[in-house]
């Protein structure tokens, strides 16, 4: 089946630790995105790749990295200098600008 | 200001009300227009795509863009309370600095109780 696929579902993080989010898709997309979900405060953009081995910031890129080294895969890192990466952290990815965007079931990151 | 504008609610109705969700942006550059649904805890999910200006409709779903008026709407038909969900409108630009990216808005809370 194509989709998205995110792991881990949950994430737990210590204190001045870093920590990698998968995110895979086979649909062929060229655009990928990364969004932080927090409480009342909806979508906000992280990272946005549109080809591989390209990325731009979001609103939001503070604390984060991102590569695109392939034209499947999407990895998010949350560094220590993110103060406050507690959140439910989405993946999608789109064919084109053009295109509708699919998402994956999120990675539930917790700071412990 | 918001490039995206959409009352977070939340909407509280009856089995079978027609729901209108409703969204505003301010940048005339956006041409494609997204709804999602996502239930608590889960990935949204896409239930329309619009094109620039018109209605599109998918079973109980109607979409609607009004491009001169900067406002999108989406209408669920005799809604029923698996429909409880929260409401994502979501928009894109044909052109600019910022193309291919989307934007969001905040989500609107629907419950439908029975």
């Known amino acids: 089946d194509g989709g998205i696929t995110q792991s881990p579902k949950y994430l737990f993080r210590k204190e001045g630790q870093n920590v990698t989010l998968s995110c895979e898709q086979n649909?062929?997309?060229?655009?990928m995105y990364w969004y932080r979900q927090d409480p009342g405060q909806g979508l906000r953009l992280i990272y946005y790749?549109?080809?591989?081995?390209?990325?731009q910031k979001g609103d939001i890129a503070e604390g984060y990295s991102v590569s695109r080294e392939k034209k499947e895969s999407f990895p998010l890192t949350v560094t220590s200098a993110q103060k406050n990466p507690t959140a439910f952290y989405l993946c999608?990815?789109?064919?084109?600008?053009?295109?509708?965007?699919?998402f994956g079931q999120g990675t539930r990151l917790t700071v412990v | 200001q918001k490039e995206v504008e959409q009352d977070p609610g939340p909407l509280s109705v009856p089995e079978g009300a027609i729901v209108s969700l409703n969204c505003t942006y301010s940048?005339?550059?956006?041409?494609?227009f997204m709804w999602y649904r996502q239930y608590s805890r889960k990935g949204p999910e896409l239930l329309m795509y619009?094109?620039?200006?018109g209605n599109k409709e998918d079973g109980r779903f109607t979409a609607q863009v009004d491009k001169s008026s900067k406002y999108i709407s989406l209408f669920i038909r005799d809604s029923q309370p698996s429909d409880s969900a929260t409401y994502l409108c979501?928009?894109?630009?044909?052109?600019?600095?910022?193309?291919?990216?989307?934007?969001f808005g905040r989500g609107t809370q629907l419950t439908v109780w029975p």
């Open positions: 999608a990815s789109r064919q084109g600008r053009n295109t509708e965007a699919f």
């Open positions: 649909l062929n997309h060229d655009a």
């Open positions: 790749s549109q080809i591989v081995n390209d990325f």
């Open positions: 940048n005339s550059a956006f041409q494609y």
């Open positions: 619009t094109y620039s200006s």
């Open positions: 979501a928009m894109s630009p044909d052109r600019g600095s910022t193309l291919g990216r989307l934007y």
